[in-house]
Nanobody, 125 residues
Framework: QVQLVESGGGSVQAGGSLRLACSASGYASISAYLGWFRQAAGKGREGVAAISLPYGRTYYTDSVKGRFTISRDNTKDTLYLQMNSLQPNDSGMYYC??????????????????WGRGTQVTVSS
């Protein structure tokens, strides 16, 4: 059974940092990616970053390159998203997802099979 549980969200001022964590289990044999997606109020869910399985190649959406870092601790079955230099438009609910397809690419959220419940990130100016 796949279980994804996010933590680490919160409220910060612009320029601040947060580290999100996703406790993930049961995904390895059925997923091409572990990824972070976000959804701002009134907008659709967008891919933020992902890591491919099993080789660990990382992917980022353009707006977070150089500011966010995705990583995975295999010993703890945990996915992380280190977010630095946060901006107000980074605000939203952040979700951890498992699944995807290399054919459609890491950011095709509709191809992910499993999702956590999300953790809220609010960045004030």
């Amino acid at each position: 059974q796949v279980q994804l549980v996010e933590s680490g969200g919160g409220s910060v001022q612009a320029g601040g940092s947060l580290r999100l964590a996703c406790s993930a289990s049961g995904y390895a044999s059925i997923s091409a990616y572990l990824g972070w997606f976000r959804q701002a109020a009134g907008k659709g869910r967008e891919g933020v970053a992902a890591i491919s399985l099993p080789y660990g190649r990382t992917y980022y959406t353009d707006s977070v390159k150089g500011r966010f870092t995705i990583s995975r601790d295999n010993t703890k079955d945990t996915l992380y998203l280190q977010m630095n230099s946060l901006q107000p438009n980074d605000s939203g609910m952040y979700y951890c997802g498992a699944g995807g397809s290399s054919y459609y690419g890491w950011a095709a959220g509709g191809r992910y099979l499993y999702w956590g419940r999300g953790t809220q990130v609010t960045v004030s100016s």
